[in-house]
């Protein structure tokens, strides 16, 4: 899902770039690929980061993984309102390229999880879908 989420979000930044250049905003594309970039980062060492701080028992070592968490929202806070301040266009970029991944990743879920739950009506002899 991961993979199928940062594709998806790549297209769609892709073509929003066009747009921002179409319509007069070139520094919007840098901004849009860094949000990007950022997003993505962030989820895999969100992943790694869950695995190291799991016991096998299934249980989250909480502490050491909130901090994790919190360090690595407010760098990519940090970067989004810092350049909101210096460059506009390139802020706003950074903001709609982490908002277009979080939305995708949203997106592939709720399909992920409707697909599941159709599968498991027609295994469960319900009618077909």
């Not at 989420?5 to 892709?14: D, K, Q, R, S, V």
């Not at 096998?56 to 806070?77: I, M, Y």
């Given at each position: 899902?991961?993979?199928?989420?940062?594709?998806?979000?790549?297209?769609?930044?892709?073509?929003a770039a066009g747009v921002a250049v179409l319509v007069g905003q070139p520094y919007f594309v840098p901004g849009m690929g860094l949000g990007l970039v950022m997003a993505i980062f962030n989820h895999r060492v969100f992943q790694s980061s869950a695995m190291?701080?799991?016991?096998?028992?299934?249980?989250?070592?909480?502490?050491?993984?909130?901090?994790?968490?919190?360090?690595?929202?407010?760098?990519?806070?940090?970067?989004?309102?810092?350049?909101?301040?210096?460059?506009?266009?390139?802020?706003?970029?950074?903001?709609?390229?982490?908002?277009?991944?979080?939305?995708?990743?949203?997106?592939?879920?709720?399909?992920?999880?409707?697909?599941?739950?159709?599968?498991?009506?027609?295994?469960?002899?319900?009618?077909?879908?």
């Open positions: 899902m991961v993979r199928r989420t940062a594709l998806t979000a790549i297209a769609i930044g892709i073509v190291r701080f799991t016991t096998p028992e299934g249980v989250v070592n909480r502490k050491p993984f909130a901090g994790s968490v919190a360090l690595r929202l407010g760098a990519c806070t940090l970067v989004a309102v810092g350049l909101l301040i210096v460059e506009q266009p390139v802020g706003w970029g950074v903001v709609c390229g982490l908002a277009l991944f979080q939305a995708t990743m949203l997106g592939n879920a709720v399909v992920s999880l409707i697909r599941y739950q159709r599968q498991g009506f027609v295994e469960e002899g319900g009618a077909d879908v």
